[in-house]
């Protein structure tokens, strides 16, 4: 239901847009987060967008380099990195947590996200 894309290759200070398309669910009615999962480490909280757009969370390790919006007639969330750096290579999954509300710290958390992408794979060379 999750489908996410725009993973590569990129050298450090460049920049990368995920996508991720979702079908079958009232997407509007769901907030959006980005997590990320690098090699031998587990899976960490990357940013959250609240059902409208209006609301939005940062890990601070991304914040100001990385921006999430949504475009709820496409059914689609973004994540826009910018300055990347080595230490952003990981698999990075979207997921759907159902809340018509702000998000904020207990956006971070993983197990109140109800549906979750295949993950795209982002590797930043030095």
């Known amino acids: 239901q999750l489908q996410a894309s725009g993973g590569g290759l990129v050298q450090a200070g460049g920049s990368l847009r995920l996508s991720c398309v979702a079908s079958?669910?009232?997407?509007?009615?769901?907030?959006m987060g980005w997590f990320r999962q690098a090699p031998g480490k587990d899976r960490e909280f990357v940013a959250a967008i609240s059902w409208t757009g209006g609301s939005t969370y940062y890990a601070d390790s991304v914040k100001g380099r990385f921006t999430i919006s949504r475009d709820n007639a496409k059914n689609t969330v973004y994540l826009q990195m910018n300055s990347l750096k080595p230490e952003d290579t990981a698999v990075y999954y979207c997921?759907?947590?159902?809340?018509?509300?702000?998000?904020?710290?207990?956006?971070?958390?993983?197990?109140?996200?109800?549906?979750w992408g295949q993950g795209t794979q982002v590797t930043v060379s030095s």
């Open positions: 079958e669910l009232t997407f509007s009615s769901y907030s």
């Open positions: 997921a759907a947590k159902y809340l018509r509300g702000t998000v904020g710290a207990s956006s971070s958390r993983e197990y109140e996200y109800n549906y």
